[in-house]
Every structure is written in structure tokens, then in C-alpha cells.
């Protein structure tokens, strides 16, 4: 039997997959030892730990490799210090899963990186779509003083290992305010490179082949 074919309502207003069954919320509390200056991360909790700092509503099919999950993400603005807003950041659990981001609204940047460390900073506006290779982690910042508002798409049975940036310090660049309206990339001190085991862990076949 073959899935019915269906259809959402993007709403860019309230950054939501209309009538999409999947729902997740990060408070600014969950987002704990994510950002560098920790003194202005306190004073954000003290302000609004419960608040919602980024929600997801998808749609998921089914889990297969041959089907897609969708869904929108909705991202408020603003910095930790000069900081700007970010997701925690991920790479897929399998590896060699793609995803596409679509802006609709704000302005963002996907920042990633490869299993060995080669960084790429992409900025998106709306309009713009974001193509995220198999294997590279991933995470959107917040560049704008405006909700960032993206569709997104992956295959459906992609997962996602949050610890690897965990176990690396956090990621190799962090996107910093430059004083002058825009961003700057400032190397991250505490990063550390991954392993070589940890790297053909990750790229799989792909290194033996
Ligand atoms: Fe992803």
C-alpha cells in the first residue's frame, strides 16, 4: 500500500507547520553551556529560563530512508553577550543524511562543520534555500533582530547525535557580534579536534571505500 499524499499550511506569521503532529520546545533553561560568556547567560535565565527560545512542529511520514521528515523552525533573536542566539547543533545519527533549509522569514547563518574541523558559515535570507551535505553537524544562529523563520526537510530515518559537538568543546567557530551591525567568527578555545577513530566512526564507508 502506498502513503496518502497530504498537505500543511505554512504559517510564517507564527513560524508553525500548521496542523503537523510533531512539537518541540527549548527554553533558554535547556540551553545550558552552550554559549561562552557565562555571566550573561545567568542574566538571561534570570530574565526568562522558562521562555521558549527556538520550537520545531514537523510532520513525520514514517521512518524510512525513503521518506522525508518536514517541518518549520521558529527562532527568536538575540545574544549572550555578543553571542548571537543558536541552536544546539547536531549531526545526523546516520551520517550520510542530507536536510535542506528554506528561509521564510528573519535573517540566519547555518553554521557547520565537518567531522575533521573544516568549518562553513552560510547566510540566509529569505528566499534563500540552504543545502546541509551528508556529514557535516549543523546548527542555525540567529543573526537578525527578528524571529527566524525556516522550512525544513531530511530524510526520515536521519536521527541526531547532539553529543558530538558536546564532546568536542562545542564547535570549532563561535558567531560573535562585531560591533558594527554584523558578525564576525572567532575561534573557540575550548574545541578540541575529534579523533581519527572517531572520524571513520562517523564517515563509515565512506572512508573505507
Ligand atoms: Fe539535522
Redesign the pocket.
Known amino acids: 500500500m502506498i502513503e496518502e499524499p497530504s498537505l500543511f499550511d505554512v504559517s510564517v506569521a507564527e513560524g508553525r507547520l500548521q496542523g503537523a503532529e510533531g512539537h518541540y520546545r527549548k527554553h533558554y533553561a535547556d540551553l545550558a553551556g552552550l554559549y561562552a560568556d557565562q555571566a550573561s547567560f545567568a542574566a538571561l535565565l534570570a530574565e526568562k529560563a522558562g521562555d521558549i527560545a527556538y520550537e520545531v512542529t514537523s510532520f513525520t511520514p514514517g521512518g524510512k530512508t525513503s521518506d522525508l521528515i518536514m517541518g518549520v523552525t521558529r527562532m527568536e533573536p538575540g545574544q549572550v553577550g555578543r553571542e548571537f542566539f543558536l541552536t544546539r547543533g547536531?549531526?545526523?545519527a546516520e551520517g550520510d543524511?542530507p536536510?535542506l533549509y528554506y528561509t521564510l522569514a528573519g535573517r540566519g547563518l547555518m553554521q557547520m562543520e565537518s567531522p575533521e574541523g573544516e568549518v562553513r558559515l552560510i547566510e540566509m535570507k529569505p528566499g534563500q534555500v540552504c543545502y546541509?551535505p551528508p556529514f557535516w553537524i549543523?546548527r542555525s544562529v540567529n543573526l537578525g533582530s527578528e524571529t527566524l523563520v525556516m522550512f525544513?526537510a531530511?530524510p526520515a530515518d536521519?536521527g541526531?547525535d547532539y553529543g558530538i559537538i558536546e564532546r568536542s568543546g562545542g564547535m570549532r567557530v563561535r558567531v560573535m557580534d562585531d560591533g558594527q551591525g554584523g558578525w564576525v567568527a572567532e575561534d573557540n578555545p575550548d574545541w578540541r579536534p575529534r579523533s581519527a577513530a572517531e572520524v571513520a566512526r562517523i564517515m563509515g564507508d565512506e572512508v573505507a571505500a
Open positions: 547536531h549531526i545526523h543524511r536536510e546541509v549543523h525544513f531530511y536521519s541526531q
